[in-house]
C-alpha cells in the first residue's frame, strides 16, 4: 500500500526553522516527483515547493523563495523541506504529495495522486 507520512511540524518562533520529512513506504520515491502544501485555517491549500523524481528540478512558491529549500534522499526514501526564517504566516498544515510523472515540478493539487496526513506547523511568538 502506497503510503506517505510527514514529521517534523511543531511550535517555533518566528525566525526560526525547521524541517519537515516526507517518508514514503510501499513504493520506491524516486520514480516520483514530489511536492510539498499547505493549508491555513479558512484558506486553500496552496502549493509551497516541488521537486522532479531526480531531484534535478525543483519549484517554489513566491512566498516561500529564499527561505525553504526542498531536497530528497532517495536512498532513504524521503523528501524535506527546510524551512528557514519562519514567519506567522507560514503557519499551517503542510502536506507532501506524490505524481507518476516524474519530471513534474507542478504547484497545482490535481496534478498529484497520492497524499500524506498532514503535520501541523505552528509560527508564533
Known amino acids: 500500500q502506497l503510503q506517505l507520512v510527514e514529521s517534523g511540524g511543531g511550535l517555533v518562533q518566528p525566525g526560526g526553522s525547521l524541517r519537515l520529512s516526507c517518508a514514503a513506504s510501499?513504493?520506491?520515491?524516486?520514480?516520483?516527483?514530489i511536492g510539498w502544501f499547505r493549508q491555513a485555517p479558512g484558506k486553500e491549500r496552496e502549493g509551497v515547493s516541488c521537486?522532479?523524481?531526480?531531484?534535478?528540478?525543483?519549484r517554489y512558491a513566491d512566498s516561500v523563495k529564499g527561505r525553504f529549500t526542498i531536497s530528497r534522499d532517495n536512498t532513504k526514501n524521503t523528501v524535506y523541506l527546510q524551512m528557514n526564517s519562519l514567519k506567522p504566516e507560514d503557519t499551517a498544515v503542510y502536506y507532501c504529495?506524490?505524481?507518476?510523472?516524474?519530471?513534474?515540478?507542478?504547484?497545482?493539487?490535481?496534478?498529484?495522486?497520492?497524499w500524506g496526513q498532514g503535520t501541523q506547523v505552528t509560527v508564533s511568538s
Open positions: 510501499g513504493f520506491t520515491v524516486d520514480d516520483y516527483a
Open positions: 504529495a506524490a505524481t507518476g510523472r516524474k519530471y513534474s515540478i507542478s504547484l497545482m493539487e490535481g496534478s498529484y495522486d497520492y
Open positions: 521537486i522532479s523524481s531526480s531531484g534535478g528540478n525543483t
